[in-house]
């Protein structure tokens, strides 16, 4: 059933729309005590649900804000919380309350210059307003921008007390939540009935104030195992592993990154697929950071996994990257894309994936003896065949 990209859509009545209310199995700590980051391998139960996936598929979750911050909002409104709002954002057809849409509906991050507007029409106090003018002057643009940047919706309504405003015009100004999407980090052969997930928790401080990453938290931090509902659904992707199990697959994955080929090692084993597999990992050091190191030695014994390179960026004095070992193996990996291997990356679109993407033309050019463009044009006809394929974000 999974060997075709498409699965029936009348599979499940659990859609974007309507999605399912899981329940976490498992939350736990991948790195090691000393890290500096915080990875966690969540197991998410689909039992009942009727949802199938793929591997290189990705599971939407619905994240909920922090309750501590919701209350903050409703208390600096003066509001009790129960008011009914119909955001403009939402187009709902029946008004819902203030708790409810600040909770699960709205995001509090990421406010935009409009408030400021709203704010400078509203705020009463001098000094509050000089502010205001300050931020809003055309010359200010970078200021503004700057501004903006360290605050979120509660610090507005902290900083600006003396502007007031009705709970349904706050909320006007306030975007839609959006659901987050995770590479999912199993394989349906071996988990049908459930969804791992590879997610580091983002934690920061911006205007003296603790945030973190409003999905990671919530599943870190909000979600207790096994009670709270997780509202998800099926995003998939024409990212995956192809149907010929004879094909090698060269698999670059630094961080969370890691999560989709997990889930590709445990289907081309229980395929028994005969390709040979070449993964890339990197993070910061090896003894706390290695993900699912267990799991990889054990492929790797069982002479399953031909290769692992890993790069962990701070245990020499030289950062070293997932890059930097695909050019140290230039001459192997040509071997390998030559030999038709398939060509993935999963993670940062930022940098790495475009890092990777340079070192990857770079290899072939030299290796290949040819020019820029020409192995400009081996890349696309990569892309062309599939064989390249991205999952980044």
């Known amino acids: 059933m999974f060997g075709h990209m498409s699965v029936p859509a009348a599979v499940s009545a659990y859609t974007k729309d309507n999605p399912f209310p899981a329940r976490l199995k498992e939350n736990r700590l991948l790195n090691k005590p000393g890290t500096a980051k915080e990875t966690r391998h969540y197991v998410v139960d689909l039992a009942g649900s009727g949802l199938a996936y793929k591997v290189g598929d990705s599971l939407g979750v619905f994240p909920a804000n922090r309750p501590t911050e919701v209350a903050e909002i409703i208390e600096r409104l003066g509001a009790s919380g129960d008011e009914p709002v ?51 002057a055309p010359e200010a643009k970078e200021v503004c921008a700057m501004f903006l940047e360290e605050r979120e919706f509660v610090d507005l309504l902290a900083e600006f007390p003396s502007a007031k405003f009705t709970p349904q015009e706050f909320t006007d100004h306030l975007r839609r939540l959006m659901p987050r999407l995770y590479s999912i980090a199993s394989s349906p052969k071996l988990y049908p009935a459930e969804v791992h997930l590879t997610v580091s928790t983002v934690r920061y401080t911006t205007n003296h104030r603790e945030r973190g990453g409003v999905c990671s938290t919530f599943l870190a931090d909000r979600v207790h195992v096994g009670t709270t509902p997780v509202p998800v659904f099926v995003s998939n992707s024409h990212f995956g592993v192809p149907e010929d199990g004879e094909r090698d697959l060269i698999m670059v ?41 267990e799991e990889w030695a054990a492929w790797l014994a069982q002479g399953q996994l031909a290769r692992i390179d890993t790069a962990f960026s701070r245990d020499q004095l030289t950062k070293v990257y997932v890059q930097d070992r695909m050019r140290e193996n230039a001459a192997e990996l040509w071997n390998w894309i030559q030999a038709g291997a398939n060509f993935y990356v999963c993670g940062d679109a930022k940098r790495m994936a475009k890092d ?13 003896r040819v020019d820029v463009a020409a192995a400009a044009d081996y890349v696309k006809q990569m892309k062309k065949d599939k064989r390249y394929q991205r999952d980044v974000y």
């Open 86 to 136: 119909s955001p403009a954002t939402l187009r709902l057809t029946a008004p819902i309350s203030l708790r409810e849409a600040l909770t699960t509906k709205l995001a509090l991050s990421k406010p935009a210059h409009k408030i400021l507007e709203t704010l400078a029409t509203k705020a009463t106090d001098a000094a509050e307003k000089t502010k205001l003018a300050g931020l809003l």
């Open 253 to 293: 994955g630094p961080g969370t990154g890691i999560a989709p080929f997990r889930a590709f090692l445990q289907e081309r084993v229980a395929t028994g697929a005969k390709g040979r597999h070449w993964v890339f990992f990197g993070e910061q050091h090896h003894a706390t950071d290695y993900l699912y190191e």
């Open 356 to 368: 990777v993407d340079q070192a990857l033309h770079d290899i072939i050019a030299e290796q290949g």
